[in-house]
T-cell receptor, first 115, second 113 residues
């Protein structure tokens, strides 16, 4: 298995533009997580899905952020409009509740810079 | 709510020194505990885990013991190497919180040659 795949690896965009981050979880995993990492706040859970259904989006900072999981193999995190303070590394992770112990596997992250 | 508290960094040690990174938790129910490591420019990797009291997780010379009485899961290594320089995250999962993974703030470790 290739692991969790995120794209793009790096994104530079201008303030006000729409940004879409993509994630392909590990096949067979039923949980998908989106995290944001910054120097100031560390690792923050934004939202997570179970069987493609959003379970907890209380970490999503504002209405400008939205996430979807149209099927078990794909999820997107969209920021519209983007702002400089959204600059961070965004990680996607997936895990499986099968066999009793969930373990999260992380993608390489997308480094977003909003100028 | 459930939470993880770990020692603030950065931690700077000389090569071959003994390492301890403290981690304590608060959780309803019976959590599983994890240490993740993030090397520069990479995502998080699972380092070790423990699922019940007194379990000891170990990997790459690192160890952590699940202490229910002190609600702790401290990370230790007897002799660190320069290649251990990274950010270390303590984390927990409780089924009562619908399998949400909760992370500590991370501890940056730098090892001097």
């Amino acid at each position: 298995d290739a692991g969790v795949i995120q794209s793009p690896r790096h994104e530079v965009t201008e303030m006000g533009q729409e940004v879409t981050l993509r994630c392909k979880p590990i096949s067979g995993h039923d949980y998908l997580f989106w995290y944001r990492q910054t120097m100031m706040r560390g690792l923050e859970l934004l939202i997570y899905f179970n069987n493609n259904v959003p379970i907890d989006d209380s970490g999503m900072p504002e209405d400008r952020f939205s996430a979807k999981m149209p099927n078990a193999s794909f999820s997107t995190l969209k920021i519209q409009p983007s702002e400089p303070r959204d600059s961070a590394v965004y990680f996607c992770a997936s895990s499986s509740s099968d066999r009793g112990l969930p373990k999260a596997f992380f993608g390489q992250g997308t480094r977003l810079t909003v100028v | 709510g459930d939470s993880v508290t770990q020692m603030e960094g950065p931690v700077t040690l000389s090569e071959e020194a003994f390492l301890t990174i403290n981690c304590t938790y608060t959780a309803t129910g019976y959590p599983s505990l994890f240490w993740y490591v993030q090397y520069p420019g990479e995502g998080l990797q699972l380092l070790l885990k423990a699922t019940k009291a007194d379990d000891k997780g170990s990997n790459k010379g690192f160890e952590a013991t699940y202490r229910k009485e002190t609600t702790s899961f401290h990370l230790e290594k007897g002799s660190v190497q320069v290649s251990d320089s990274a950010v270390y995250f303590c984390a927990l999962i409780t089924y009562s919180s619908a399998s949400k993974i909760i992370f500590g703030s991370g501890t940056r470790l730098s090892i001097r040659p």
